[in-house]
């Protein structure tokens, strides 16, 4: 049976699934909370250096990177059509769209959730319950999408 490992606040936890849906596929989700301690536990020792969600898990295999989950889901359960093009040349197209979205938007998108989340808190304590909200600082988020925009124009 296929778990996913993650939280739906999650931008990268909502990636994986696309993989799931356009194949069909059920999965088990487990949630990352304070609820569910052993489903973090999991996370942070077995699944990858970073220990950062989502994580897949197909039986005793586990497969972290969002990107990477996608990619297992193409070649272990493949459906009618292809995730990532068959064709190489086309598939590194893709692959290049994938990296560039991940690595210049995503990348800088999480800073504008976090001001309209959290205050500017080391990262360490984003997650802590007692932190007191306010409102989000409109300069740095309109400077995190300019940056974003202009990485990516769209
Ligand atoms: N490169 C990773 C990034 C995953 C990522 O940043 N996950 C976030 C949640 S959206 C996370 O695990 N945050 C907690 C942490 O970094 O400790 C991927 O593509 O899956």
Redesign the pocket.
Known sequence: MLALC??PF????R?APIGLHALALYCDFRVLDAEHPEHGMF?ATQAGP?????VLVDGARVA????C?VEYLDLHYPGPAALIPRDPGAARKVRMLDRGF?LAVMNVM?GAVAEYLFKSEPRSEWYSPNRSQRDPDAREVAEIHRTADSRFPV
């Open positions: 993650g939280h999650s931008a990268y936890t990636k996370v970073q220990g950062q969600f989502p972290f990177e969002a990107t989950v991940d999480p």
